[in-house]
């Protein structure tokens, strides 16, 4: 398996433009969680989902930040607009079962917002 | 709510001698514990777990973790420090008790080991 895939690697965009981040669970994960991290806040849990519903969203900072997952295979993270202070890695997160004993990781999503 | 401090944001240790990372937690109920290890422009990567059963758990790369419920706490050891130890180390903890499935982690701690 290649592991959760993460697209792009790096996206550096305007003030006021809109960003998606995109994710590739690994197969047979049913739950996928998106983390924000930044030196000032860590590691924050933004959304996350089971088989494609979205089940808590509290940590998505505003209702520019928008998150969907249409298929087991594929989830977006959208911002809009996008924000000088939204700049950090995002990471997308899958695991199995409603444990989620072990979480992979992907390698992330270096956003800079000029 | 639940939560996970780590105390330190660094922690430098000589190559050979033993390292500690230390964490805390809160839950309501009983926790899942983690240890996680970040490389540089990496993702995270799971390094041991503490769900039930024995208090001293085993990980990857010869590390262990004490799970104490009196102190709340589940410290990340090993017995002997290597150079490419040196990382970003991160404890989560996750609510057992709870119908969720959040997994929170802490602010994270790095590790330098010096030659």
């Known amino acids: 398996d290649a592991g959760v895939i993460q697209s792009p690697r790096h996206e550096v965009t305007e003030m006021g433009q809109e960003v998606t981040l995109r994710c590739k669970p690994i197969?047979?994960?049913?739950?996928l969680f998106w983390y924000r991290q930044t030196m000032m806040r860590g590691l924050e849990l933004l959304i996350y989902f089971n088989n494609n519903v979205p089940i808590d969203d509290s940590g998505m900072p505003e209702d520019r930040f928008s998150a969907k997952m249409p298929n087991a295979s594929f989830s977006t993270l959208k911002i809009q607009p996008s924000e000088p202070r939204d700049s950090a890695v995002y990471f997308c997160?899958?695991?199995?079962?409603?444990?989620?004993?072990?979480?992979?990781f992907g390698s992330g999503t270096q956003l800079s917002v000029l | 709510a639940q939560s996970v401090a780590q105390p330190e944001d660094q922690v430098n240790v000589a190559e050979g001698n033993p390292l500690t990372v230390k964490c805390t937690y809160s839950v309501s109920g009983n926790p899942y514990l983690f240890w996680y290890v970040q490389y540089p422009n990496r993702g995270l990567q799971f390094l041991l777990k503490y769900i039930t059963g024995d208090n001293l758990v085993k990980g990857s790369y010869g590390f262990e973790a004490e799970f104490n419920k009196s102190q709340t706490s589940f410290h990340l050891k090993k017995p002997s420090a290597l150079v490419s130890d040196s990382a970003l180390y991160f404890c989560?903890?996750?609510?057992?008790?709870?119908?969720?499935?959040?997994?929170?982690f802490g602010s994270g701690t790095r590790l330098s080991i010096r030659p």
């Open positions: 989560a903890v996750r609510d057992k008790g709870s119908s969720a499935s959040k997994i929170i």
């Open positions: 197969s047979g994960h049913d739950y």
């Open positions: 997160a899958s695991g199995r079962g409603r444990t989620n004993e072990k979480l992979f």
